[in-house]
């Protein structure tokens, strides 16, 4: 009897350890998943904060840069709006400033998408010359449009129309 009472005793040994090794398994692998769970929290959590961090540096360095530069950003301004309205005036005056070749009577102001239209001899009852006139001052150069336009000329893209809208709203009412 002591001999089965032995081999009892051995195999509630063999399943009390293999039920500890199972526990231990098992807790481990919960623990692991724990850790795992837990670093990756803290990991966003630190990338949000570092990412506040940074956003607020920048807004920070971003301040501290527009204070110190303010003053030489507002004089570029300034600099910049009377450029363009020292352009704008030029546009008008320059059929009266020394070295303009024709004759102001001659001249009328567009200013979009060219500045000036010169009739050259209309007031003095000769053969006309039709003068585009795009007025540039500092360093300024032709635009997209400015361009396009002197191709046209250049090419001889231009033609003559005469409309009569009496004419016009008589033809679209007896279609009606």
């Not at 098992?26 to 990991?43: K, L, Y």
């Not at 500045?115 to 050259?120: E, G």
Request: aromatic letters at 8%; hydrophobic letters at 45%; charged letters at 30%.
């Amino acid at each position: 009897m002591s001999e089965l009472l032995g081999v009892l005793f051995l195999a509630l040994f063999v399943v009390a350890a293999a039920l500890c090794i199972y526990l231990s398994i098992t807790m481990s692998r919960r623990v692991q998943a724990g850790i795992v769970r837990w670093r990756t929290e803290e990991r966003q959590a630190l990338e949000a904060e570092l990412r506040n961090l940074a956003e607020f540096d920048a807004r920070l360095r971003f301040e501290q840069w527009k204070n110190e530069h303010e003053q030489e950003i507002r004089q570029d301004a300034v600099q910049r709006s009377l450029v363009v309205n020292r352009g704008k005036l030029t546009e008008h005056i320059v059929p009266y400033l020394p070295g303009f070749d024709l004759d102001p009577k001659d001249v009328r102001f567009l200013g979009t998408p060219i500045d000036l239209i010169a009739f050259s001899g209309l007031n003095a009852s000769q053969e006309v010359e039709i003068v585009f006139i795009e007025v540039k001052t500092g360093q300024s150069v032709l635009s997209a449009r400015e361009r396009a336009v002197k191709k046209a000329v250049e090419e001889k893209r231009v033609s003559w129309r005469v409309i009569n809208p009496d004419v016009e709203v008589r033809h679209s009412l007896a279609r009606v």
